[in-house]
């Protein structure tokens, strides 16, 4: 008997603390949790996203704008976003950006980011996601994809980006344009990427409408794809008005677009010259550091750029380029976040323009334009 007390004893003791150890432990249920970072949340969502890589200040600006929007998502709808965002190390470095791509599908995301430097190299891989991950596509997009593979994209449209420069630049030296013969460079850091073809090929096709509806002859040359795809020249090389002369380095380093821009700056029937992104603007930028012929005057060679970051403002504020076209990459990275945590909820989505801008000395300070640039 006296055992069994014992036993007894020991026992209501062992449920005893039992209990007190149970009444410390608070249970996590839907309303305590945050959506911040260390937080569970009520439902976690899993993004992945494929760049053309962080070389330049523009794929960190999109970058903020989508940690930005991630955090604002997270605060709003109270859910949990984990990402993943990378890029090649290099835009002209095709096989690793698939390689990024077929890694992110692997992880069975809930929504795919992509903005592809070869599309015809991604197309196999994007067939195999056969819709079972919604993909968005952003700056460039995915155009020609697998039908219904990318349900919608977050981007400039940069063919109408192109014809921007082209108009403003038009403006500043159209009263240059007669009976001698002149000449516009184009550089562009590579032939294959979706955004810097269409916004080179923009830029081409407005130049020539604007020449031929003054009644001025055109002869595009150079580089085969921007050749081959612009709108018919009206004249050949000896007899036109205006030559329009394309050049692309064989690979995309601000060096070699320095290089590509010296040969055309060196010519003496130049007169402007148009650097289609933020390499190879900062490419005009530097030949033009040992040349000194670039300016604002009539007997400056005209230079106008595409994109933003330190160099490129500078030179603008400088008067050194006379102008740029800016994209809007914070907006881009935000419409990308937004785009995709629709997508992941199954919500319709679609196409989405986030715009481009002109930027002078005269209107780089204010407060529409500023809010569009990136260091």
Same mark, same amino acid.
Request: aromatic share 6%; hydrophobic share 40%; proline share 2%.
């Given at each position: ?180 013969? *002149?000449? /516009? @460079?184009? =550089?562009?850091? #590579?032939?294959?990427?979706? !955004? ?8 081409? %096709? ?123 990459? *914070?907006? /881009? @990275?935000? =419409?990308?976040? #937004?785009?995709?945590?629709? !997508? ?8 989405? %323009? ?22």
């Amino acid at each position: 008997m006296k055992n069994f007390k014992r036993a007894l004893a020991i026992m209501l003791a062992l449920v005893m603390v039992l209990s007190l150890a149970a009444c410390g432990k608070k249970t996590t249920t839907d309303s305590d949790k945050s959506s911040g970072d260390d937080a569970a949340g009520s439902e976690t969502l899993k993004f992945e996203v494929v760049s053309k890589g962080f070389q330049s200040t523009y794929w960190q600006a999109v970058y903020k704008g989508f940690q930005e929007e991630v955090e604002k998502i997270q605060s709003d709808k109270n859910v949990k976003i984990e990402y993943n965002f990378v890029g090649p190390d290099s835009e002209t470095d095709i096989a690793q950006q698939v390689q990024q791509f077929e890694s992110a599908v692997n992880a069975n995301p809930d929504a795919l980011g992509l903005a592809a430097l070869d599309v015809d190299a991604l197309n196999d891989s994007i067939g195999k996601v056969n819709g079972k991950t919604p993909i968005i596509g952003f700056d460039s997009g995915v155009p020609n994809a697998p039908e219904g593979a990318v349900l919608a994209n977050a981007s400039t449209d940069n063919y109408a980006a192109g014809e921007v420069a082209a108009e403003n630049l038009y403006e500043k030296i159209k009263s240059r344009i007669g009976d001698k013969q *002149v000449r /516009i @460079g184009e =550089v562009n850091q #590579d032939a294959t990427s979706e !955004s810097i073809t269409n916004r080179g090929l923009g830029f081409i %096709d407005k130049m020539i409408e604007l020449l031929t509806a003054d009644n001025y002859t055109v002869c595009v040359t150079g580089n085969e794809k921007y050749v081959g795809d612009a709108a018919d020249s009206t004249a050949d090389e000896a007899s036109a008005n205006v030559i329009i002369e394309v050049r692309v380095p064989a690979q995309t380093t601000t060096e070699l677009c320095a290089t590509e821009a010296g040969v055309i700056l060196n010519k003496e029937d130049t007169i402007a010259i148009f650097g289609s992104n933020q390499v190879a603007a900062e490419g005009v930028v530097t030949a033009n550091d040992s040349l000194s012929v670039c300016g604002s005057e009539d007997s400056n060679i005209i230079a106008v750029g595409f994109d933003s970051g330190s160099v490129l403002k500078a030179a603008v504020s400088s008067g050194v380029m006379y102008g740029a076209v800016t994209q809007a990459p *914070v907006t /881009i @990275g935000a =419409v990308l976040a #937004d785009l995709m945590y629709s !997508s992941a909820k199954g919500e319709e989505v679609e196409d989405t %323009d986030t715009g481009c801008q002109f930027y002078t000395a005269e209107n780089i300070e204010s407060e529409e334009i500023a809010q569009n640039l990136y260091d």
